[in-house]
């Protein structure tokens, strides 16, 4: 279920504070941050700016230390363990820098995965889902091939249609062409856009002014604050 | 200046990680350790050829083993001689046999010899010193005249009882003392430590007549031999096959039976191994145990390399970019092993050491009533050892420093830099834990398995119902001196001899039965629960068509009276009386066991059973005069014990010794002080020893097992140490491999029960191949040790289930405890772990 406004994800005044022996390290500081269906977001920032660390707590793979965080309307920002594992399995996709496909398994099982956690779905309806996903990247034809066997643009895709499998409300993508060349990194982009052209909502964290532009909005953070919100063809407000 | 640098950067790097380094070390000095431990024990008690003072090998020769009486079998010396003479395969030979003799008595002017003591004799030819090349320390050996028929008795001593009776006084040569109640003369002392052939206190002269018969005799005695220069063991057996076709061929009829089915009658063996051959494959099992524990031990290592080379995998590769030569790390990787396996070795010899120590120990109480220990039964760890410990730590040295190092060396090391970790481990890596991890799980099954089998076998035996009551009951052993009761088969005096023998066995249990704290008393050749081994018997008219598809049973010598003190009833039929004490009398008493198989209808009194050996040899027949409950003979953990028991009469057969078993109330002391008295009272020139209670008496045969049996402890222990260690170390690495794994999954929404239940069930199929193929192995090794030690159905219950399970609880929390630490992490730190 989702605000009537369309908000999807809405942060407040979140913080998130690491420990080190003695050392408070603060990667984000008084996050405020509002994220509609169907908006295509780009996060962008120098290096340890926090940008990652944003993406992983809206991904719910780690918990803030302060502040709220609503996603469909739900508070989401104290769940246990199961709670959160349900929700990224149910309502988010991820797409990593460095693919993340299971070496052990194959492009099909890979795209599989995440529904195979997933009770209300039988396996024929699973089956079709990856043969749906697959058919969206096109890679339908390397489905029994295992990663090793892909080049690293293709690993991507596999990686993209095990995020949208299971319909997420939300893609995160956390470099998704930090790892490509030009030519790969241009297929996985177009992909996105496709994606949200089809009314997908996606999270991208990117060093590439590039590829961030092709977002709707951009969020710049410098030092654990967001330091700007602008729409994509609005100029930078850092350097990065 | 380099090497120096290097040597400090290894140190750095060991100090840096101390649990590693230690743990490195530790398991290091336990295989090594093991190693040279038993090289020691193997070596000094079976494998070490024995030399003594010569070039060639002293080997022994005998008939073939009897495997049904689980004993050595001793050859007729004129076939041993005609072999020796025909074959020239010996440097020289020798014949002995063993036995006891009493010095001392009320004639003796030594104060510990007042009463006569029991010695261990060894009954020997003339060449027994010069052959083994060790003279006396005083006096002289044996010469010729001592041999003769009407030549004075003479004894030499060893240098224990000279020190412990003779007060080392050098003054005892030619001094008369009593051997078994007759006059002789002390001729020698040996050397400290010499007690050859096997575990002499004294030795005695054998009749010229014996030694060198001029045809063949009944006699039989084992044989002592130096092989002849360039003659190996393999070559004397050869050749005495080829006399043993010769025997066969030729032998009269009386002489057959000592001619085995398969022919082989005389046989050459390694000297030491001969007198084990009954706990051989005991001794081969402990070999391979301690083998596995060694691989054990080096998949431990191993894993513990191969964590370190995932762990330092990048700083490798750093250094490989920024120009280090290959040469360089691959000899800093190498310090580091030579100071591991170093420390590693000298910790080892400690281990070794004490371990030597503990054993010497062991034996020394094992054997501490009967003196029976043999002479080279006292380990060392001698130049041979530390050879082996030096080439196994050179050996080490190379194998875990180049190891990691050509690991290491061989990677992609930009792959590496880029991807971190991933890139460098992967699928070959995971099959490797995989396969290490199975690995521990199969030897540590079986190590445990063997360990447990062995120790439970001795448990129960020890804790075994042998059908008799051994509470407040005293055993000793009491022998006739020879000269007093002598023997004179062949002659008329025989019968009268047998009568006069059995009488004063009747009138020492006469005057023990009236003693005021003395119950009862029993007498036996073996009692209850010990004297294994068993004959073939047919029952008139059911004879099998082969001697050996007939039953058999062990047979006892017993004085009528006896079963009360032994908590034993006569059940059908009766006791033996003055009847069965006349000459020719043939009765037999049979237990419950043979009369429920054979005569299940109740009618076993009055039918008639004889024994049935090879060849054709019968015995006569005898009847059946009573049933008595059952009782068992021998270790119940021996595979020559028997359930199945026949009694003889001792009255007309008149033995030389006889176990006595004693009923007694009140205290142990005074029953014993009774005990002597009693004896002494008939006659003090007859023996009495070994007394101990009937519960300890039922432990000495299986002492030398038990004791086997606590070094597999031992060895059960350090495995059940290694595996756990061992399993979980593996287990963790492996799981820790896939942390970025995890977290993918944890991404995507697996939940964290699902997670686990995968290691689970990872772990499971693991288990089940490790369980399966070390069960299998197990029961092949039990298998083979079970031709020398009957494996009860509880140990086999406790070891094949327990162990199974142990490891499977191992395997749990070896799985679950990493499998755990994994998921508490956030899945953003795990999908970034490195």
Same mark, same amino acid.
């Given at each position: 279920?989702?605000?009537?406004?369309?908000?999807?994800?809405?942060?407040?005044?979140?913080?998130?504070?690491?420990?080190?022996?003695?050392?408070?390290?603060?990667?984000?500081?008084?996050?405020?941050?509002?994220?509609?269906?169907?908006?295509?977001?780009?996060?962008?920032?120098?290096?340890?700016?926090?940008?990652?660390?944003?993406?992983?707590?809206?991904? *719910?793979? +780690?918990? &803030? /230390?302060?502040?709220?965080?609503?996603?469909?309307?739900?508070? %989401?920002?104290? #769940?246990?363990?199961?709670?959160?594992?349900?929700?990224?399995?149910?309502?988010?996709?991820?797409?990593?820098?460095?693919?993340?496909?299971?070496?052990?398994?194959?492009?099909?099982?890979?795209?599989?995965?995440?529904?195979?956690?997933?009770?209300?779905?039988?396996?024929?309806?699973?089956?079709?889902?990856?043969?749906?996903?697959?058919?969206?990247?096109?890679?339908?034809?390397?489905?029994?091939?295992?990663?090793?066997?892909?080049?690293?643009?293709?690993?991507?895709?596999?990686?993209?249609?095990?995020?949208?499998?299971?319909?997420?409300?939300?893609? *995160?993508? +956390?470099? &998704? /062409?930090?790892?490509?060349?030009?030519?790969?990194?241009?297929? %996985?982009?177009? #992909?996105?856009?496709?994606?949200?052209?089809?009314?997908?909502?996606?999270?991208?964290?990117?060093?590439?002014?590039?590829?961030?532009?092709?977002?709707?909005?951009?969020?710049?953070?410098?030092?654990?604050?967001?330091?700007?919100?602008?729409?994509?063809?609005?100029?930078?407000?850092?350097?990065? | 200046?380099?090497?120096?640098?290097?040597?400090?950067?290894?140190?750095?790097?060991?100090?840096?990680?101390?649990?590693?380094?230690?743990?490195?070390?530790?398991?290091?000095?336990?295989?090594?350790?093991?190693?040279?431990?038993?090289?020691?024990?193997?070596?000094?008690?079976?494998?070490?050829?024995?030399?003594?003072?010569?070039?060639?090998?002293?080997?022994?020769?005998?008939?073939?083993?009897?495997?049904?009486?689980?004993?050595?079998?001793?050859?007729?010396?004129?076939?041993?001689?005609?072999?020796?003479?025909?074959?020239?395969?010996?440097?020289?030979?020798?014949?002995?046999?063993?036995?006891?003799?009493?010095?001392?008595?009320?004639?003796?002017?030594?104060?510990?010899?007042?009463?006569?003591?029991?010695?261990?004799?060894?009954?020997?030819?003339?060449?027994?010193?010069?052959?083994?090349?060790?003279?006396?320390?005083?006096?002289?050996?044996?010469?010729?005249?001592?041999?003769?028929?009407?030549?004075?008795?003479?004894?030499?001593?060893?240098?224990?009882?000279?020190?412990?009776?003779?007060?080392?006084?050098?003054?005892?040569?030619?001094?008369?003392?009593?051997?078994?109640?007759?006059?002789?003369?002390?001729?020698?002392?040996?050397?400290?430590?010499?007690?050859?052939?096997?575990?002499?206190?004294?030795?005695?002269?054998?009749?010229?007549?014996?030694?060198?018969?001029?045809?063949?005799?009944?006699?039989?005695?084992?044989?002592?031999?130096?092989?002849?220069?360039?003659?190996?063991?393999?070559?004397?057996?050869?050749?005495?096959?080829?006399?043993?076709?010769?025997?066969?061929?030729?032998?009269?009829?009386?002489?057959?039976?000592?001619?085995?089915?398969?022919?082989?009658?005389?046989?050459?063996?390694?000297?030491?191994?001969?007198?084990?051959?009954?706990?051989?494959?005991?001794?081969?099992?402990?070999?391979?145990?301690?083998?596995?524990?060694?691989?054990?031990?080096?998949?431990?290592?191993?894993?513990?390399?191969?964590?370190?080379?995932?762990?330092?995998?990048?700083?490798?590769?750093?250094?490989?970019?920024?120009?280090?030569?290959?040469?360089?790390?691959?000899?800093?990787?190498?310090?580091?092993?030579?100071?591991?396996?170093?420390?590693?070795?000298?910790?080892?010899?400690?281990?070794?050491?004490?371990?030597?120590?503990?054993?010497?120990?062991?034996?020394?109480?094992?054997?501490?009533?009967?003196?029976?220990?043999?002479?080279?039964?006292?380990?060392?760890?001698?130049?041979?050892?530390?050879?082996?410990?030096?080439?196994?730590?050179?050996?080490?040295?190379?194998?875990?420093?180049?190891?990691?190092?050509?690991?290491?060396?061989?990677?992609?090391?930009?792959?590496?830099?880029?991807?971190?970790?991933?890139?460098?481990?992967?699928?070959?890596?995971?099959?490797?834990?995989?396969?290490?991890?199975?690995?521990?799980?199969?030897?540590?099954?079986?190590?445990?398995?063997?360990?447990?089998?062995?120790?439970?076998?001795?448990?129960?035996?020890?804790?075994?119902?042998?059908?008799?009551?051994?509470?407040?009951?005293?055993?000793?052993?009491?022998?006739?001196?020879?000269?007093?009761?002598?023997?004179?088969?062949?002659?008329?005096?025989?019968?009268?001899?047998?009568?006069?023998?059995?009488?004063?066995?009747?009138?020492?249990?006469?005057?023990?039965?009236?003693?005021?704290?003395?119950?009862?008393?029993?007498?036996?050749?073996?009692?209850?629960?010990?004297?294994?081994?068993?004959?073939?018997?047919?029952?008139?008219?059911?004879?099998?068509?082969?001697?050996?598809?007939?039953?058999?049973?062990?047979?006892?010598?017993?004085?009528?009276?006896?079963?009360?003190?032994?908590?034993?009833?006569?059940?059908?039929?009766?006791?033996?009386?003055?009847?069965?004490?006349?000459?020719?009398?043939?009765?037999?008493?049979?237990?419950?066991?043979?009369?429920?198989?054979?005569?299940?209808?109740?009618?076993?009194?009055?039918?008639?059973?004889?024994?049935?050996?090879?060849?054709?040899?019968?015995?006569?027949?005898?009847?059946?005069?009573?049933?008595?409950?059952?009782?068992?003979?021998?270790?119940?953990?021996?595979?020559?014990?028997?359930?199945?028991?026949?009694?003889?009469?001792?009255?007309?057969?008149?033995?030389?010794?006889?176990?006595?078993?004693?009923?007694?109330?009140?205290?142990?002391?005074?029953?014993?002080?009774?005990?002597?008295?009693?004896?002494?009272?008939?006659?003090?020139?007859?023996?009495?020893?070994?007394?101990?209670?009937?519960?300890?008496?039922?432990?000495?045969?299986?002492?030398?097992?038990?004791?086997?049996?606590?070094?597999?402890?031992?060895?059960?222990?350090?495995?059940?140490?290694?595996?756990?260690?061992?399993?979980?170390?593996?287990?963790?690495?492996?799981?820790?491999?896939?942390?970025?794994?995890?977290?993918?999954?944890?991404?995507?929404?697996?939940?964290?029960?699902?997670?686990?239940?995968?290691?689970?069930?990872?772990?499971?199929?693991?288990?089940?191949?490790?369980?399966?193929?070390?069960?299998?192995?197990?029961?092949?090794?039990?298998?083979?040790?079970?031709?020398?030690?009957?494996?009860?159905?509880?140990?086999?219950?406790?070891?094949?289930?327990?162990?199974?399970?142990?490891?499977?609880?191992?395997?749990?929390?070896?799985?679950?405890?990493?499998?755990?630490?994994?998921?508490?992490?956030?899945?953003?730190?795990?999908?970034?772990?490195?």
């Amino acid at each position: 279920m989702q605000n009537q406004d369309n908000t999807l994800v809405a942060l407040n005044a979140l913080d998130k504070i690491f420990y080190t022996d003695d050392v408070e390290t603060h990667a984000l500081e008084g996050i405020n941050l509002t994220i509609r269906q169907g908006e295509f977001i780009s996060i962008a920032g120098p290096s340890g700016c926090g940008k990652s660390t944003l993406l992983s707590i809206l991904g *719910l793979l +780690d918990t &803030p /230390t302060n502040g709220n965080y609503q996603l469909s309307g739900h508070n %989401v920002t104290s #769940l246990d363990k199961d709670e959160r594992a349900l929700i990224r399995n149910e309502k988010i996709g991820f797409i990593f820098q460095a693919f993340n496909l299971i070496s052990d398994l194959t492009v099909q099982e890979n795209v599989e995965l995440p529904l195979s956690y997933r009770s209300d779905i039988s396996k024929r309806e699973r089956q079709q889902l990856v043969a749906d996903a697959l058919k969206q990247v096109d890679m339908q034809h390397r489905a029994n091939h295992f990663p090793s066997q892909l080049s690293g643009g293709q690993q991507q895709r596999v990686a993209v249609a095990r995020a949208i499998a299971g319909k997420p409300a939300i893609i *995160l993508a +956390d470099e &998704p /062409t930090g790892n490509l060349d030009s030519k790969n990194a241009g297929a %996985v982009m177009e #992909l996105l856009d496709k994606l949200h052209a089809n009314g997908a909502t996606i999270c991208m964290v990117t060093h590439d002014p590039r590829s961030a532009s092709r977002a709707d909005r951009i969020i710049e953070i410098f030092d654990g604050k967001v330091v700007a919100d602008r729409p994509s063809e609005t100029p930078s407000a850092i350097a990065i | 200046m380099s090497l120096s640098i290097e040597f400090k950067y290894s140190m750095r790097m060991l100090l840096k990680k101390p649990l590693f380094t230690s743990l490195t070390i530790l398991i290091v000095a336990i295989g090594l350790g093991l190693t040279v431990y038993t090289f020691s024990l193997l070596n000094g008690l079976v494998f070490k050829p024995l030399y003594l003072n010569g070039e060639n090998e002293i080997v022994a020769i005998e008939a073939q083993f009897d495997h049904n009486h689980l004993s050595r079998r001793a050859a007729d010396p004129y076939h041993v001689n005609l072999a020796a003479k025909q074959l020239g395969i010996f440097e020289n030979h020798g014949f002995f046999t063993e036995g006891t003799t009493f010095i001392g008595g009320n004639s003796s002017q030594y104060s510990a010899l007042f009463t006569a003591k029991k010695m261990n004799a060894s009954y020997t030819s003339v060449n027994i010193f010069d052959m083994t090349g060790i003279q006396p320390l005083h006096g002289r050996g044996f010469i010729q005249d001592d041999f003769v028929d009407g030549a004075e008795p003479v004894v030499v001593l060893s240098y224990d009882v000279w020190q412990q009776y003779f007060n080392a006084d050098p003054k005892v040569i030619n001094q008369q003392v009593a051997l078994d109640a007759m006059p002789g003369r002390i001729v020698g002392i040996m050397p400290e430590g010499f007690s050859f052939p096997d575990k002499a206190q004294i030795w005695q002269p054998l009749n010229e007549r014996i030694v060198n018969p001029v045809e063949a005799t009944f006699s039989s005695y084992l044989a002592f031999a130096r092989l002849a220069e360039g003659v190996t063991i393999e070559e004397a057996q050869a050749g005495l096959d080829a006399i043993n076709q010769q025997i066969a061929s030729s032998i009269k009829e009386d002489f057959n039976f000592r001619i085995p089915d398969d022919g082989r009658y005389l046989n050459v063996l390694p000297y030491k191994q001969a007198s084990i051959t009954q706990y051989y494959n005991i001794f081969i099992a402990l070999l391979i145990v301690v083998f596995l524990i060694l691989l054990l031990a080096c998949i431990n290592v191993s894993n513990l390399l191969l964590a370190r080379v995932n762990e330092r995998i990048k700083e490798v590769a750093i250094r490989l970019a920024l120009g280090i030569p290959r040469k360089k790390l691959m000899i800093q990787m190498l310090w580091e092993s030579v100071f591991i396996c170093t420390i590693g070795g000298f910790l080892a010899l400690l281990f070794a050491a004490y371990g030597i120590e503990l054993t010497n120990n062991m034996f020394n109480q094992a054997f501490a009533i009967n003196n029976e220990k043999p002479f080279w039964w006292t380990l060392n760890i001698d130049s041979q050892a530390i050879v082996i410990l030096v080439f196994s730590i050179i050996a080490m040295v190379l194998i875990t420093g180049l190891f990691p190092a050509y690991k290491a060396l061989k990677s992609d090391f930009n792959a590496v830099i880029r991807d971190g970790t991933r890139g460098a481990l992967g699928k070959k890596a995971a099959n490797i834990g995989k396969a290490l991890v199975i690995s521990e799980i199969v030897l540590s099954c079986v190590v445990l398995v063997m360990a447990t089998v062995l120790l439970s076998t001795g448990y129960f035996a020890s804790k075994a119902d042998y059908g008799v009551e051994t509470t407040s009951r005293l055993t000793a052993q009491l022998q006739l001196p020879p000269e007093k009761y002598p023997v004179r088969r062949d002659t008329e005096h025989n019968y009268q001899d047998r009568i006069n023998r059995s009488q004063v066995f009747y009138r020492i249990k006469s005057a023990i039965d009236a003693m005021p704290n003395i119950n009862a008393s029993a007498m036996m050749t073996q009692l209850p629960g010990t004297g294994e081994g068993t004959s073939f018997f047919e029952i008139e008219g059911r004879a099998a068509a082969v001697y050996n598809e007939n039953p058999y049973s062990n047979n006892e010598l017993i004085a009528s009276d006896s079963w009360r003190a032994l908590g034993m009833k006569v059940i059908q039929g009766r006791d033996f009386d003055h009847r069965d004490a006349e000459d020719g009398a043939l009765s037999i008493i049979i237990n419950q066991s043979i009369a429920s198989a054979f005569f299940p209808n109740g009618d076993a009194v009055g039918k008639r059973v004889r024994r049935a050996g090879r060849n054709g040899q019968r015995g006569d027949w005898f009847t059946i005069v009573g049933v008595v409950s059952d009782t068992f003979h021998g270790s119940t953990m021996s595979s020559s014990s028997a359930s199945y028991n026949s009694y003889h009469s001792m009255d007309n057969l008149g033995p030389m010794r006889q176990y006595i078993a004693v009923h007694y109330t009140g205290d142990e002391k005074t029953a014993t002080a009774a005990l002597m008295q009693a004896v002494a009272s008939v006659d003090s020139d007859v023996g009495i020893y070994h007394i101990q209670t009937y519960d300890n008496l039922i432990q000495q045969p299986m002492k030398l097992l038990l004791s086997v049996s606590k070094i597999f402890l031992f060895c059960g222990v350090v495995a059940v140490i290694l595996a756990a260690s061992g399993i979980y170390a593996m287990a963790s690495n492996s799981i820790l491999t896939r942390t970025q794994e995890i977290g993918v999954r944890r991404a995507i929404g697996a939940p964290d029960k699902k997670i686990m239940l995968m290691f689970l069930k990872q772990a499971a199929t693991q288990l089940l191949i490790g369980l399966a193929l070390g069960i299998t192995l197990s029961i092949v090794l039990t298998d083979y040790m079970s031709n020398t030690i009957v494996i009860n159905p509880e140990s086999y219950g406790i070891a094949l289930v327990g162990i199974p399970l142990l490891i499977t609880f191992m395997v749990i929390i070896a799985t679950y405890i990493p499998s755990r630490s994994i998921l508490r992490l956030e899945p953003s730190d795990a999908l970034h772990y490195d």
